[in-house]
């Protein structure tokens, strides 16, 4: 699978083009955030990792704390994004934290499997409702450039997207790249390698990751 094809998956997949994308896409490094220090603590990135692990759990199949995405994300947050997108990081962590407080009254870290399940399916509701108005006020924005102010100040605030997009899109992107996800959920074969025009497939076989 090409880096810039599992990209538009994942733009596919949460409703919104991949943050940072024009940086994986060319397999770059952010310059001005290389080497810099990390903004995330060991209790950060074991929450990504919880995360990352609700989105992706463990079946028949590793998850994706087999592939260690809670510290993976953390160094490709620091190393690749730029100071607004990773602002964006952590205080995504800060909100999920009040979020989970507010509706069990406990710590992320505290819940049970099938809480961490409930609360990410509504983030990930409130995250995919953000984005289409994200969308359509773009639109809005490109086919009518006659707002009146009234209507202007109903744009979306800046265009910040929604924490949960930040999360599920880094979770997908960090553990389908790792060698645990390319090899061991996807089918890897060895580039290059000899060419087979024809290969044999039945429903349910697995992707590939090359």
């Given at each position: 699978m090409?880096?810039?094809?599992l990209l538009k998956m994942i733009a596919a997949a949460t409703g919104m083009a991949f943050v940072g994308g024009e940086v994986w896409a060319a397999g770059l490094t952010t310059p001005a955030t290389a080497g810099s220090k990390s903004s995330f603590s060991t209790s950060d990135i074991a929450l990504l990792d919880e995360i990352a692990e609700t989105i992706l759990p463990k079946t028949s199949t590793p998850g994706a704390k087999?592939?260690?995405c809670g510290a993976q994300m953390a160094v490709q947050i620091t190393d690749c994004y730029n100071a607004t997108e990773q602002g964006w990081f952590v205080d995504g962590l800060k909100q999920l934290r009040a979020r989970s407080q507010q509706d069990y009254k406990l710590d992320f870290m505290q819940l049970s499997k099938e809480q961490r399940h409930q609360l990410?399916?509504?983030l990930d509701a409130e995250a995919k409702a953000r984005n289409a108005e994200i969308y359509a006020s773009a639109n809005d924005s490109t086919n009518s450039?006659?707002?009146s102010s009234a209507n202007a100040g109903k744009s979306v605030?800046?265009?910040t997207p929604h924490y949960f997009t930040l999360f599920k899109q880094l979770t997908l992107f960090?553990?389908?790249?790792s060698k645990v996800g390319a090899t061991e959920v996807l089918r890897y074969s060895a580039i290059p390698g000899k060419y087979e025009g024809a290969l044999p497939y039945k429903k349910g076989d697995r992707a590939w990751a090359t």
């Open positions: 090409e880096r810039r094809e087999d592939a260690g990410l399916v509504k450039r006659k707002k605030a800046d265009n960090v553990f389908f790249t």
